[in-house]
């Protein structure tokens, strides 16, 4: 008799759950609206005192520093060495293997999938700008602003001949998906719970692909950094990889070699387009990247009814005046962010191809997102936060009767 009372407890409270978590709403479009990107760890160990420029150099984590300025998701932390730093703190000093001091190690968020850090190096203004920064990134955060479902970037492994056939084939299949899968009809009730900020009409399904080479220097901390978003991946570094980027930021997981197949590429595609079965961020895959990206004023939630989403100018073009004239999905990033020398001269070998005509569409429209904010309305019915009141009232009721009835009928048998 408990065990059915216990069982049919469990199946309610699932079915409660599962009610409250669950929307209509695309995954891809739900992580871009509602899902912060989670903040990296920049650990600064030192023997005591830092040096005026050093502090300088420090004050860019400062909550009006440049990091801060640029909306990059990163947080710092200083260890002494000198002042006995905690247990956790000393081994991730000595897994580093180096004297370098000061030393920046930068770590995935918690619970990071490579613990001792995916880069660690000299605390230099190079290192802090290319490590939150790059075209590639900015270009990735431009397409998902502007409505891409998903941005699949390509790691070539250096081999032409198998590049060649897996990015051939990654394009054939994007482009299949786009035409098969369906997005999921979103439910009044979560627009009008300001689930999703746009029309659903104006939802589209949209993939392209970036191609990063392995060698390419201003895009060098982005690679280390997609290899950490899983504790394996480095060693496949003779393997070409796809990792698909949605939400904020966010890769889902990583394709390698003969796993970047119909069966897999179909799979992460509907993985991304289906409705978001849970809204816990943490309760779904994928790593954040470290970006700047000032996400919020790109992006605004439903949650501020009657005000229009922002332009999307927030991103402007990095890119040499050649290299725009000859991609039109060239690569951007956000206004008043001054250029890295050190990565001018390496963006022409980093590249973004738009898949044309037979292949995935990659251009970026500039043309304002179609659609217009969906607001509740303010009379009529009783708004939807009391119609799931009562609903979850009434499935508590029936759960009641059922277990009433279980208990009665098991009694009479006894």
Known sequence: MRRCLTSLAVLGILFTTTVIWACSVPVFRYALERWPADKYSAVVFHRGGL?????????????????????????????????????????????????TLPLLVVRTPLPAPVPAGFWSGELTEENINRLIDSPLRQNIAKQLVSGQTA??????????????????????????????????????????????????????????????????????????????????????????????????????YALIGKGINPGTIEQACRDLTGPCTCQVKDQNPGTDLLMSVPWEKLVTPTAQDEKELP????????????????????????????????????EKTTTTEAVKSDSVEEAVSTEPREGTLLTAEKSGPAP????????????????????????MLLARKQ
């Open 151 to 252: 941005v699949w970037v390509f790691l070539e492994s250096g081999d032409a001949e198998k590049d060649k056939a897996a990015r051939e084939l990654l394009v054939k299949e994007l482009k299949r998906m786009e035409k098969i899968l369906k997005l999921p009809e979103i439910e009044q009730a979560d627009i009008e719970q300001g689930l999703v900020s746009v029309s659903p009409d104006s939802l589209k399904l949209k993939f392209s692909i970036v191609t990063c080479s392995r060698d390419d220097s201003a895009e060098q901390y982005l690679t280390q950094m997609l290899l950490a978003t899983e504790n394996d991946l480095k060693d496949f570094d003779s393997e070409p990889m796809t990792l698909p980027v949605f939400g904020r930021g966010r890769v889902l």
């Open 384 to 407: 939807v936060h009391y119609k799931i009141e009562l609903f979850l009232l009434a499935g508590a009721v029936v759960l009641v009767i059922i277990l009433a009835g279980s208990y």
């Open 311 to 346: 332009p999307l100018t927030g991103l402007t073009s990095f890119s040499n005046s050649d290299a725009e004239n000859q991609d039109p999905a060239s690569m951007v990033q956000l206004s008043g962010n001054k250029a890295d020398p050190a990565n001018a001269g390496s």
């Open 51 to 99: 040096t005026p420029e050093q502090q300088k150099l420090i004050s860019h984590f400062d909550q009006e520093g440049t990091i801060a300025q640029k909306s990059a998701n990163v947080e710092l932390k200083l260890v002494d060495l000198d002042a006995e730093p905690a247990p956790e703190e000393v081994e991730l000093w000595k897994v580093q293997k180096t004297e």
